[in-house]
């Protein structure tokens, strides 16, 4: 289950991840990963864009680079987000105070993570971690809810593919009656969604990117051929080709 995500600039990119306690290492010297009973510490992307976490508990996406797999005392029962020794820009109550719980946190890169995906108590239901297009393929069409459309939409291999299932999704949930509320949040993850597949994507990048998918769901074209579309769009306001576009990724 997705308990929250949130968007944040940092100026050193050291992402803090655990109790809203002081960390017993030396933030100076540690080198990220680092972690002791209460926190994590990794590497973001610092000042240039803003990195985006996602908060989940029990299943959830798998990320595609593991960083910490353990479990950490949350002093007073709650996660919180941070950096450094800043004041916490997320903060959410687990459990009761001084309980330990487990942490699975992944990120999209190493060294700068643009995404990081933090799920607390995780269990084993969590989408398998695919190694090429056919498993990731079959694996996504298990997913039919548009609400598991984070699932598909977490990672960034294969994003034709991605985006093909993730159009299916919506206009099976559109045919099926499904709230307009439930398919416009669908439509937002997309589109938010499409900001990270390139580091030349801005704001600018994608005006109107909402109303051009909602026109891919009424449309008679399948959906790799909409989603195929909709990224060499995208491409071309780049001023790139479609594989230049899809090498960043």
Do not use: C
């Amino acid at each position: 289950m997705k308990i929250g995500e949130v968007e944040v600039f940092l100026n050193y990119g050291q992402l803090m991840v655990g109790s809203d306690s002081d960390p017993d290492f030396d933030l100076l010297v540690s080198t990220p990963p680092a972690n002791d009973a209460h926190h994590v510490m990794l590497t973001a992307r610092a000042q240039i864009a803003p990195v985006r976490v996602s908060v989940w508990r029990g299943t959830a996406p798998r990320a595609s680079r593991p960083v910490f797999n353990g479990e950490v005392v949350l002093s007073t029962g709650y996660l919180a987000l941070r950096e450094a020794s800043d004041p916490p820009f997320f903060v959410w109550p687990v459990t009761s105070a001084g309980t330990r719980v487990g942490l699975s946190i992944g990120v999209d890169a190493w060294d700068e993570a643009t995404t990081v995906t933090v799920v607390v108590d995780p269990d084993a239901q969590s989408m398998p971690d695919v190694r090429s297009r056919d498993d990731f393929i079959a694996s996504a069409a298990a997913i039919t809810e548009i609400s598991q459309i984070d699932r598909v939409l977490t990672g960034y291999s294969y994003p034709v593919d991605r985006l093909a299932v993730a159009i299916r999704i919506m206009r099976d949930a559109s045919g099926e009656g499904v709230s307009e509320a439930r398919v416009r949040y669908g439509i937002t993850s997309v589109a938010e969604w499409l900001k990270w597949l390139h580091p030349a994507i801005s704001a600018r990048v994608l005006p109107g990117i909402e109303e051009l998918l909602r026109n891919y769901l009424v449309e008679n074209s399948s959906e790799q051929v909409a989603a195929g579309a909709l990224i060499a769009y995208i491409a071309s306001e780049l001023g790139l080709s479609g594989e230049e576009f899809l090498m960043a990724r």
